[in-house]
């Protein structure tokens, strides 16, 4: 397997981490780093670097981001975001892989990158319903704009510094494996 290949991974599965805090935000700026030429696109998602894509992408990472400030209404997009996250990082995965087997390509990209989007979306969905339910709401704001923080973060460290984003995912997931259990062991 070659430095390029594994590179590829490592930015597939950083922004795929990073779809689990906002699910547009990493493809639109995958999109606008293909457009520029920065990161290759595999050669059937060359449509993610077209500026209908950019465009569109552009217009819904806003749209993501100004309704998450509104606390009813980012416990509903919530709902359907997990999903979305999974589908958005599998995107992201099979859109950047170099070099790789489809078979293989096709799986790092469901397991890892879908995977890893719906893991964090589902613990950050249930970071805001603890918010709605100890502040009525009145917090959410302050958890959405931390959450498209450490997507945006997480999003450039992927672009920038691939292997250092993939090392942070994979903390990020300890961590959350030792939260969660954690919460198993108390009693209810």
Same mark, same amino acid.
């Given at each position: ?21 906002? !699910? ?40 993501? !981001? ?20 999974g589908v958005a990082g ?6 950047? !892989? ?9 799986t790092l990209a469901i ?19 603890a918010s709605t339910a ?55």
């Amino acid at each position: 397997m070659s430095i390029e290949t594994l590179i590829s991974i490592a930015l597939g599965v950083g922004l795929a981490a990073s779809s689990g805090f906002r !699910v547009f935000l990493p493809l639109f700026a995958l999109s606008l780093s293909a457009y520029f030429g920065w990161w290759p696109l595999n050669d059937n998602w060359q449509w993610l670097a077209s500026p209908a894509a950019l465009t569109i992408l552009g217009v819904a990472t806003v749209a993501e !981001v100004g309704a998450y400030l509104i606390p009813w209404l980012d416990n509903v997009l919530d709902s359907i975001a997990i999903p979305l996250a999974g589908v958005a990082g599998t995107v992201v995965m099979a859109s950047t !892989v170099a070099d790789l087997n489809p078979a293989i390509t096709w799986t790092l990209a469901i397991i890892a990158g879908g995977g890893a989007a719906a893991a964090i979306k589902t613990g950050m969905g249930g970071t805001r319903l603890a918010s709605t339910a100890t502040t009525g709401g009145l917090a959410n704001p302050v958890v959405a704009v931390a959450e498209t923080g450490a997507g945006l973060v997480l999003t450039l460290l992927s672009l920038l510094l691939p292997v250092l984003a993939l090392v942070l995912v994979a903390g990020l997931g300890f961590w959350l494996l030792r939260l969660y259990r954690r919460r198993q062991q108390q009693p209810i």
